[in-house]
């Protein structure tokens, strides 16, 4: 029993009909929207982008030998990608909220450190309190002074 060959679906056509959806965009949209649904709903997923942000970031400087640390790398890219609306802040909020509620779990290794080097609990320790305290309000000081004349320059100038 023989079929028409007008019948018999070619090959290109079957091809044509399967990749439709793809080169439409309906398919590629339908995964980026079940997507940004998923990170958007789950903690850990939002926890693992703010991870691979930090691997990347740690990539790029070793790749490119960079005299910074990944993670600064990693929290520019987040803050261009974030500035220029290619993701938004609720695909990341719950697993920033998460890192800040845990932050004393990613300390104490320092501070077990600190209890291995008995010798910080003595007059070394309060040499290193003093400098601390003293860079801190140093900072704090010119930090003062110059949003002050920022705020005099305004003022003077009607600069809004």
Excluded: C
């Excluded at 640390?69 to 929290?75: H, K, Q, S, V, Y």
């Amino acid at each position: 029993m023989s079929t028409p060959l007008s019948t018999v679906p070619s090959a290109v056509a079957t091809t044509r009909a399967v990749a439709a959806p793809l080169t439409t965009g309906r398919f590629f949209t339908g995964i980026t929207i079940r997507s940004r649904h998923a990170v958007r709903n789950s903690r850990l997923l939002q926890i693992a982008l703010i991870f691979a942000f930090w691997l990347l970031g740690e990539a790029i400087v070793r790749a490119a030998h960079v005299p910074l640390p990944g993670g600064i790398i990693g929290m520019a890219i987040v803050f261009g990608l974030l500035a220029t609306h290619r993701i938004s802040l609720h695909s990341m909020r719950r697993g920033a909220q998460w890192y800040l509620a845990e932050m004393l779990l990613f300390f104490v290794p320092a501070v077990l450190a600190v209890l291995n080097h008995s010798e910080l609990f003595g007059m070394l320790g309060v040499k290193v309190l003093v400098v601390i305290l003293g860079s801190t309000a140093s900072v704090i000081a010119v930090t003062a002074l110059i949003m002050d004349v920022f705020v005099h320059f305004r003022s003077r100038h009607d600069v809004v």
